[in-house]
Nanobody, 121 residues
């Protein structure tokens, strides 16, 4: 069973918006710092954004600042990523990660299966 499950990906035109969701499974808890990573074909998985347990602290990679917003609902045990003004370079598989704090994949021990985001006209 995958600890985290992403949803909300799809095909969108440049300038459009998508909202990704990440639901926790029985193997993890919302009482962890959480993060979003993404991986484009032929590229390494890269950090996108992270959020503290309470949601009071957030962090973003430079390329998405001002366009993406990370949030969480601890009652629903769900993590979100609101993506606005999407660009073709945002095209990637987006992954939810938990139980860690940092900007590298090795910092996190729980991962979702990924959801595809394609930005194209």
């Amino acid at each position: 069973q995958v600890p985290l499950v992403e949803s909300g990906g799809g095909l969108v035109q440049p300038g459009g918006s998508l909202r990704l969701s990440c639901a926790t499974s029985e193997r993890t808890s919302s009482n962890f710092h959480m993060a979003w990573f993404r991986q484009a074909p032929g590229k390494e998985r890269e950090f996108v954004s992270r959020i503290s347990v309470s949601g009071g602290s957030t962090d973003y990679t430079d390329s998405v600042k001002g366009r993406f917003t990370i949030s969480r609902d601890n009652t629903k045990k769900t993590l979100y990523l609101q993506m606005n003004n999407l660009k073709p370079e945002d095209t990637a598989v987006y992954y939810c990660a938990g139980r860690g704090w940092g900007r590298t994949t090795s910092d996190y021990s729980y991962w979702g299966q990924g959801t595809q985001v394609t930005v194209s006209s």
